[in-house]
């Protein structure tokens, strides 16, 4: 098993923005999120975090995220220092 650490983007539509998301996540894939920065308004929102875990659950974790509606992207950088 591989440890990896991947830097994303999350962006919420209304439904998964008032969900428990990020302890899905944890508790469901056993991955560890570092949440970077977010916001939320008005039911949607966003969200950059750092997700480690083992490379097969960080990638069961974007399916599932993705497969209730949330749009997972890449980031490049450190979102802190700009």
Known sequence: MTQV???LRLTFP???ATEPVVYEITTRFGVVPNIRRAAIADHSGWLVCDLGGDDGAVAEA???MESIGVAVSAVEG???EG
Do not use: E, Q, T, V
């Open 5 to 7: 650490h991947r830097r």
């Open 78 to 80: 450190d979102i802190l």
């Open 62 to 64: 974007i399916a599932w």
């Open 14 to 16: 209304p439904g998964p």
